[in-house]
């Protein structure tokens, strides 16, 4: 995922807009795995230096 489809499922996590990963993939039309890969790695993704 790129850091604006990132940026953008924690944002529809954060307001509750969306609740499960299943959700999340369909909307930014990615499989289940690579967004449940994101969701485990985390904010650190988003936080490292010269990203």
């Known amino acids: 995922m790129q ?3 990132q940026i953008q499922a924690i944002y529809w996590l954060k ?12 909307m930014l039309g990615h499989n289940c795995v690579k967004v449940q890969k994101y969701r485990s790695d985390g904010l650190n ?7």
Request: proline letters at 5%; aromatic letters at 0%.
């Open 3 to 5: 850091e604006k489809e």
């Open 45 to 51: 993704l988003l936080l490292e230096p010269n990203r």
């Open 15 to 26: 307001i509750k807009k969306i609740k499960t990963v299943k959700e999340i993939a369909i």
